[in-house]
């Protein structure tokens, strides 16, 4: 029995018996027997049965002896099993540690390492068996070296530096940006013994950083080119609208004058005057516009009323220019009802736009103004001519600003490439919409899509 309990313990798992329940039950196994001995010398001759008793006596001890060797042997299988589980885990940790997508380190709390897995053996280019014992340091460069050790003195009262951002030298190999998070090791009796280090590679990530902080400099540096040019061209605007409708005023004063005042060569030149005037101020108001769409200064102001009437009006003021051009022109208006809510002088300003647009460019033929609904709440505008048309690689152009297709158009036709920008923004500013289909030679349609109520 003795033998085999000695067994249980010299296997060398004696860590694993509850040693203290096992001792007490021997003390107390002892204590009988020497009190049984004791009482047995006392009494010799006195008590003849009690020598018998007391070996009775020492067999149930030794049964409960054997009781609690049964036990212990069942814990020590019990925890057999669980320490084998806890090596299991350990080896799957290990495993996971091995295999990390990133670096890990574990040094030393001087900062030598201990243990390195894969990733960290390729980021530092160098074997495992090489960066054993090796310190940290070595692979930081020389100018944050000192960065680099004061931080690990402040780790030995904080504990733990999340997302530290240093450069870090490989061997052999270029420097990286990576970040490190360090975190202490402790041991059973919460004493540090080390740190454990999570290394990652962040050099795509700082160079899109910095990519990204270059073009938000340069949108911020457009922003104020866009602002001052905005405030430029407000400003120049302002300044040429005024005497220019003081010119235009004088003119017009000069034209009315009676036909015996005036001669008929200077009444001609007068017109020119008015004509090319209001020319230059419609280039003002252009400009003065867009500048403040750019600026994001330009409201629109809703009001109820009849686009049927705005329409006739309005293509009835440019049928003369069509008239002069020997254009036909076609109107169209196939509104069941008429009423919209939407800002009248900025629908008139497109359709001119538009309607000017199809005269000018148009040489013989036709342009057309159809009004249709295309259901309750969105209404079509549809300007179609018959002019010189516009190549497909153009039209992605055209509604951007000061954007003509050719210089020859523009010699001949004149314009600034501002028209459609405007219309195109406008349209954005009522949720409404433009397209445009065109060929060479066989003129455009521009489909202006608004909404009734805006
Ligand atoms: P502008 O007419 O002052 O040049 P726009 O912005 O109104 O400026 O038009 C931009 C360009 O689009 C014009 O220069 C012209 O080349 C082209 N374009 C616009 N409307 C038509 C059209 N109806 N037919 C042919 N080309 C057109």
């Known amino acids: 029995m003795a033998s085999n309990t ?33 009482q047995v010398s006392q009494s010799r001759g006195q008590q003849p049965n009690l020598l018998s008793e007391a070996f009775e006596e020492l067999n149930t001890a ?9 036990e212990l042997r069942a814990q020590n299988e019990e925890l057999a099993v669980a320490h084998n589980l806890i090596e299991c885990e350990r080896l799957r940790y290990q ?27 390729i980021m530092l280019n160098i074997p495992k068996h090489f960066l054993q014992g090796k310190p940290l340091v070595n692979f930081i460069p020389e100018e ?73 400099l340069q949108n911020l540096q457009l922003q104020e080119t866009s602002r001052v040019k905005s405030h430029f061209l407000a400003l120049m605007s302002h300044e040429l609208r005024t005497p220019m409708n003081a010119i235009l005023g004088f003119a017009q ?59 006739t009006a309005t293509t009835e003021d440019l049928r003369s220019l069509a008239q002069q051009k020997h254009l036909f022109f076609d109107v169209h ?28 460019f148009t040489d013989i033929g036709s342009l057309t103004v159809k009004v249709q609904e295309v259901d309750q709440d969105r209404i079509a505008v549809i300007v179609s001519d018959t002019g010189i048309g516009i190549a497909e690689t153009d039209l992605k152009n055209i509604f951007k600003e000061f954007r003509q297709v050719n210089e020859s158009i523009t010699r001949k036709y004149g314009g600034t490439g501002l028209g459609l920008a ?23 349609t521009f489909r202006v899509e608004l909404p009734r109520k805006c």
Request: aromatic residues 6%.
């Open 6 to 38: 000695s067994k249980v313990i010299d296997k060398g798992e004696g860590r694993f018996i509850n040693v203290d329940k096992f001792s007490r039950q021997v003390e107390a196994v002892k204590q009988r027997t020497e009190t049984l001995t004791r």
């Open 62 to 70: 030794l049964e409960e002896l054997q009781v609690a060797e049964e």
């Open 95 to 121: 495993e996971l540690f091995e295999f990390a997508p990133d670096g890990y380190l574990v040094t030393d709390t001087n900062g030598n390492i201990q243990e390195a897995n894969r990733v960290a053996t």
């Open 144 to 216: 944050d070296r000192r960065v680099f050790r004061s931080q690990l003195l402040r780790l030995q009262e904080i504990d733990r530096i999340p997302d530290w951002e240093i450069d870090m030298q490989p061997r052999k190999r270029m420097k990286f940006h990576a970040s490190l998070s360090v975190m202490a090791v402790y041991d059973h009796q919460q004493n540090s013994v080390g740190w454990r280090w999570l290394l990652r590679d962040i050099t795509a990530r700082k160079q899109a950083e910095e990519q990204l902080r270059l073009m938000q």
């Open 253 to 311: 004063i000069l034209s009315r004058q009676p036909c015996h005042q005036v001669s008929s060569q200077s009444k001609t030149m007068v017109e020119r005057i008015i004509n090319n005037g209001k020319n230059l101020l419609t280039l003002i108001e252009d400009i003065l516009d867009f500048s403040r769409l750019e600026a994001g200064k330009l409201n629109i102001t809703p009001e109820e009323f009849n686009l049927e009437e705005l329409v």
């Open 333 to 360: 208006i196939e509104l069941e009802n008429p009423i919209i809510i939407n800002d009248r002088d900025r629908i008139r300003q497109i359709l001119v736009n538009l309607i000017s647009n199809a005269i000018k």
């Open 422 to 444: 405007i219309v195109d923004q406008l349209l954005g500013l009522m949720k409404g919409t433009i397209s445009v289909k065109s060929e060479i030679g066989c003129g455009s």
